[in-house]
């Protein structure tokens, strides 16, 4: 079994393009075609398993959707573990406007889970035999799912001695760390909706990660602030990355570039600076791709050395 697993209940075949120029009524051609697996925990597994990590992703397939999905998943070279759902796994969309070079991403509401189909992806995480070190849970939950999914996943993996990640927003993200988790990665958006409030400089943002991590509620938390750079507070440690230099050419997969390498050095044994460091600079190189390709490792290894760390 994998040192990691990854848990995606809400999975997707993502379908990337580039056309000229977005207008109403006409036909848009796309001038290229791209189809990759989605979803958090997925994006996050297959970057661990560029990176050399042992990664097992767990996700529902419903339909030819659910079927195409999963190829893609293992023709990147990750083990798949899967549950069956009655309705067809969801397709998101990605456009890239040529002129602006702005994208356009349409994400499609996917299926709704019955409480059979839920629970089945909870056994099975619970089947893994022997038990992963990391559970990471990421990405936001179908409809039909309760908000108390990852909560319910940070107790299975307690229960088994693993180390809990978790990856999400709004309500499921507030009642996972109410039960507590070894570690969240908010953006800065999601981190203020966790705390009910605005956080307008680094010194708000540091405050309300140290009150998680004092609380009990995350043993720590990794803030991904794009064009501000990158924040972990632990118990004891403090550590700053500023953005790096460069032309983004894409946003998408920046935060999942950004955790998976996090989660693949931790679990190889890296010290956490070295861990936050590999972090940034992944999340930096997915800038570097189109459509949802994510992060190469060829780019993380070059864009490393420019990664300046402060620490508190």
């Known amino acids: ?164 990640v978790l990856d999400t927003s709004g309500p499921a993200l507030a009642a996972a760390v109410a039960g507590g988790v070894d570690l969240i990665k908010p953006s800065l958006h999601e981190m203020q909706e966790l705390v009910g409030g605005a956080l307008p400089d680094a010194t708000a943002w540091e405050k309300a990660a140290h009150a998680l991590v004092a609380s009990g509620k995350a043993g720590a938390v990794a803030l991904t602030m794009g064009h501000l750079g990158a924040l972990l507070v632990t118990r004891h440690r403090v550590l700053r990355a500023q953005p790096l230099t460069m032309v983004p050419v894409n946003a998408v997969g920046a935060g999942d570039s950004f955790l998976g390498a996090l989660v693949a050095k931790l679990a190889a044994g890296e010290l956490l600076d070295e861990a936050f460091r590999f972090a940034v600079a992944a999340g930096a190189a997915a800038l570097l791709r189109t459509g949802t390709a994510l992060s190469d490792p060829a780019d993380v290894s070059r864009l490393l050395a420019d990664v300046r760390l402060e620490t508190a």
């Not at 398993?49 to 419903?62: F, S």
């Open 1 to 164: 079994m994998s040192d990691i697993v990854t848990i995606t209940p809400n999975p997707a075949v993502d379908v990337s393009t580039t056309v000229e120029k977005i207008v109403p009524v006409a036909k848009l051609r796309g001038t290229t075609q791209q189809r990759d697996p989605g979803g958090g925990g997925i994006n996050v597994a297959r970057v661990i398993a560029r990176l050399g990590g042992d990664v097992t992703a767990l996700y529902p397939v419903g339909g030819p959707t659910g079927l195409l999905l999963k190829q893609l998943v293992e023709k990147e070279g990750v083990a798949s573990h899967t549950w069956a759902t009655a309705e067809d796994t969801r397709e998101d969309f990605f456009v890239q406007e040529r002129v602006s070079g702005q994208p356009y991403r349409f994400i499609l509401p996917g299926p709704t889970l019955t409480e059979a189909e839920w629970q089945a992806g909870l056994a099975l995480l619970a089947a893994q035999d022997p038990f992963p070190r990391f559970v990471v849970g990421s990405g936001s939950l179908p409809r039909g799912v309760p908000a108390d999914f990852y909560a319910r996943v940070a107790t299975l993996a307690r229960s088994h001695g693993a180390q809990f």
